[in-house]
C-alpha cells in the first residue's frame, strides 16, 4: 500500500519543465529499466529478506511501482510535486508485497535516516545537479544512506554527449550548458568512478559501467544525450 510524506503543500519545481502536465504524462507512461530490474531481483535473492530501496529522483515511479511489486520497501524521492502525485495515482498490477513511500526532497537532503538502504538507485538524477558541489553533496547523501554492501545503480550523462572542443561553466569540472542551456553534468568514465569512489563506492561487475547512445564514425547522434549506466557497491 502505497504511503504519501506531503514534506511541502508547494511545488519547488512549479513552471519547469519538469512539473510541466505532457512531461509529466510522458514520464506517467515511461517503462521500467529492464536491467535495473534484473539486477535488483538478484539483489533481493542475495538479501534473502525484504529490502529497502531508495529511489532518488523517482518521477512518475517508474521503476519504483515494479521494485515494490518485487518485493522491495521502496522509498521515492523527487522535487517535483505533480510528478509524486502521477507516482502515488500509478497503479501496481496485482497484490504488492513491498510498501512505497514517496516524499517531497532535494537529492541532496534526503530525508532518510543513516544506513537504512539496501539498494539506491540514482536513475536520470544527478546529472540535473548545477554544480559539482551539489553533485558532491547528493552522492555523499546516497552514501550516507546506502548500509554497507548496499549497491547503487546510477543512469546518468556521459561527456561524450557534448563535442569535444565544449567547456564547461568556469570554475567547474563537469558542468556544462551546451546540451540544454542550463547548467548539467556531463562525466567521463573517469570522473564517475573517481566521484563515486570519494564516497565510498567501488564498481560492481554485476552491471558493468556501460555507455548508451554514443555517436561513432558511421552514427550521427540524434540529440539525445550519451548515458551511462552501471552499479557500484557500498564499501563496508
Not at 108 to 114: C, R
Not at 214 to 220: D, E, I, K, W
Request: glycine share 8%.
Amino acid at each position: 500500500m502505497a504511503q504519501m510524506t506531503e514534506m511541502a503543500k508547494y511545488d519547488p519545481l512549479a513552471g519547469s519543465a519538469w512539473s510541466a502536465p505532457g512531461t509529466v504524462a510522458g514520464f506517467s507512461q515511461s517503462p521500467p529499466n529492464e536491467v535495473l530490474m534484473r539486477f535488483a531481483a538478484g539483489e533481493l535473492a542475495r538479501l534473502g529478506r525484504p529490502g529497502t530501496a531508495l529511489d532518488i529522483g523517482c518521477g512518475a515511479a517508474r521503476n519504483a511501482v515494479p521494485l515494490a511489486a518485487m518485493g522491495w520497501n521502496v522509498i521515492g524521492t523527487d522535487l517535483s510535486w505533480p510528478m509524486l502525485k502521477a507516482a502515488r495515482a500509478r497503479e501496481v498490477s496485482g497484490p504488492s508485497p513491498g510498501r512505497l513511500t514517496f516524499c517531497l526532497a532535494p537529492m541532496e537532503q534526503l530525508p532518510v535516516p543513516d544506513r537504512c538502504a539496501d539498494l539506491v538507485i540514482a536513475h536520470g538524477i544527478w546529472n540535473l545537479a548545477r554544480s559539482a558541489n551539489q553533485f558532491r553533496a547528493a552522492v555523499r547523501e546516497a552514501a550516507r544512506a546506502a548500509r554497507p554492501a548496499a549497491a547503487l545503480f546510477v543512469f546518468t550523462f556521459s561527456r561524450h554527449t557534448l563535442p569535444d572542443d565544449a567547456r564547461p561553466v568556469e570554475g567547474e569540472p563537469f558542468v556544462f550548458t551546451q546540451f540544454s542551456g542550463q547548467p548539467q553534468c556531463f562525466l567521463t568514465e573517469a570522473q564517475l568512478i573517481e566521484e563515486l569512489a570519494d564516497a565510498g563506492f567501488t564498481a560492481d561487475p554485476a552491471v558493468p559501467i556501460t555507455e548508451y547512445n554514443r555517436p561513432t564514425a558511421l552514427t550521427v547522434q540524434r540529440g539525445g544525450p550519451v548515458i551511462y549506466e552501471a552499479a557500484f557497491r557500498k564499501r563496508c
